[in-house]
């Protein structure tokens, strides 16, 4: 997977790419080195870097509390910090959503 995951910390960091606005929430799939998110609230009062910590927590099956954007709170490209799991397990559970939305897109 071209994902960049690295240590920022004790936390596991991952750049991500947001497309705030969007029609729905959810995961594009990679963007680079990045992941791809879409999110329904706007970039406005911190409402969109908040849905973008739920989502993650959800589709991760963590937490929220150990879900945090660290940097780019003002921008499309943000980097998020993940506590409590590892690099190996976060890799199996983003793989396993990744297959998830390609198999969901297939069946379209």
């Not at 973008?52 to 499309?76: I, K, M, P, T, Y």
Request: charged share 30%; proline share 4%; net charge positive.
């Amino acid at each position: 997977m071209g994902l960049r995951v690295f240590l920022g910390g004790e936390r596991l960091c991952v750049g991500v790419r947001v497309s705030p606005s969007a029609p729905r929430v959810e995961l594009r799939g990679l963007y680079g080195e990045r992941l791809k998110v879409a999110l329904s609230a706007p970039p406005e009062d911190n409402r969109a870097n908040n849905q973008l910590e739920e989502a993650l927590a959800e589709w991760l099956n963590v937490g929220r509390e150990q879900v945090g954007v660290q940097a780019g709170h003002a921008s499309r490209d943000k980097v998020v910090a993940f506590t409590g799991i590892g690099e190996a397990e976060f890799r199996t559970r983003l793989e396993r959503l990744l297959k998830e939305r390609q198999d969901n897109r297939g069946a379209r």
